[in-house]
């Protein structure tokens, strides 16, 4: 699992990378084996001035195809991050179960049972 970051008017201390690192693996960690990279863009929308303007972009790439991306904004940094990967987490989950764990269904309909 490939782990890009970057940030926009958002300096990244190595602090804060090892926070994200941390929270990436215990959110979506038990998916690893279906990710193939994730892609992050912190913001600091409106600078200097405050409000609610910080802002986390994911892109999730998995295996074999497929992306799950998501977008939230926040007053802080860290209330961010939990709450897009708390998301991320739940959305991993729906997207694996039904895209790569659907019991195949017959050709001919029905309950797949040959008379």
Known sequence: MKILMRGKRIHLTEE???????RIYFSVGRFATWIRDIKIMLTDMNGPRGGVDKS???????????????????????????????RLNRALDRKIKREFHQKPTSDFGGNGRVV
């Open 56 to 86: 986390c972009q994911v892109n999730i790439r998995l295996k074999p195809y497929g992306e799950v991306y998501m977008e939230d904004q926040s007053e802080d940094l860290q209330t961010v991050i939990y709450q897009i990967f708390d």
């Open 16 to 22: 804060v990378k090892e926070s994200i690192h941390r």
